[in-house]
T-cell receptor, first 116, second 109 residues
Framework: DADVTQTPRNRITKTGKRIMLECSQTKGHDRMYWYRQDPGLGLRLIYYSFDVKDINKGEISDGYSVSRQAQAKFSLSLESAIPNQTALYFC???????????????FGPGTRLTVL | DAKTTQPNSMESNEEEPVHLPCNHSTISGTDYIHWYRQLPSQGPEYVIHGLTSNVNNRMASLAIAEDRKSSTLILHRATLRDAAVYYCILNSGYSTLTFGKGTMLLVSP
């Protein structure tokens, strides 16, 4: 089984609809991240969480919100989807840096979201 | 944030070594150099990281310049499955990663 899973894998929705993308991990990591990727571009950070009670905005948080329900779960919501939010969305996890860790990130398979 | 500079694309033939360069002239003393790659239609995956010394693992080798202002990811024998976008990223562990556009590696049979 995959360590980082994302649901759904594909979603087509209409402008104005509320959408939730979910991410679960079995790696026991404290840190979780949401990124989006547009064609031909690198990943851009939307939100991140360094532990269950911590939520931080990333580079492009406008139009998005997140919820860290537990150590293993981190959800991304689009309250009112718009067409320019059409993109590939990735969730990632990492362990906190320490003597045996350097914050390597592990990514899920991605969710392809299309907003019509 | 400390930034990296990579060529947009590189080409290689199968079974040949590939050297992917990365410049990071503003690297700080606490930054690790991480490499990730993204295969088509997949999420990025970790390849290798290092701080000062050269590093080897089953996927690749990382050569770090003595002044740490540049590094090179080495794939010893490229295969078609190595065709991907390779990202060089500086990571202090106490902030988030910044992905640039990376280098698209094309591998020809």
């Amino acid at each position: 089984d995959a360590d980082v899973t994302q649901t759904p894998r594909n979603r087509i929705t209409k402008t104005g609809k509320r959408i939730m993308l979910e991410c679960s991990q079995t790696k026991g990591h404290d840190r979780m991240y949401w990124y989006r990727q547009d064609p031909g571009l690198g990943l851009r950070l939307i939100y991140y969480s360094f532990d269950v009670k911590d939520i931080n905005k990333g580079e492009i948080s406008d139009g998005y919100s997140v919820s860290r329900q537990a150590q293993a779960k981190f959800s991304l919501s689009l309250e009112s989807a718009i067409p320019n939010q059409t993109a590939l969305y990735f969730c990632a996890t990492s362990d906190s840096p320490g003597l045996t860790s350097t914050d390597t990130q592990y990514f899920g398979p991605g969710t392809r979201l299309t907003v019509l | 944030d400390a930034k990296t500079t990579q060529p947009n694309s590189m080409e290689s033939n199968e079974e040949e070594p590939v050297h992917l360069p990365c410049n990071h002239s503003t690297i700080s003393g606490t930054d690790y150099i991480h490499w990730y790659r993204q295969l088509p239609s997949q999420g990025p995956e970790y390849v290798i990281h290092g701080l000062t010394s050269n590093v080897n693992n089953r996927m690749a080798s990382l050569a770090i310049a003595e002044d740490r202002k540049s590094s090179t990811l080495i794939l010893h024998r490229a295969t078609l499955r190595d065709a991907a976008v390779y990202y060089c990223i500086l990571n202090s562990g106490y902030s988030t990663l910044t992905f640039g556009k990376g280098t698209m590696l094309l591998v020809s049979p």
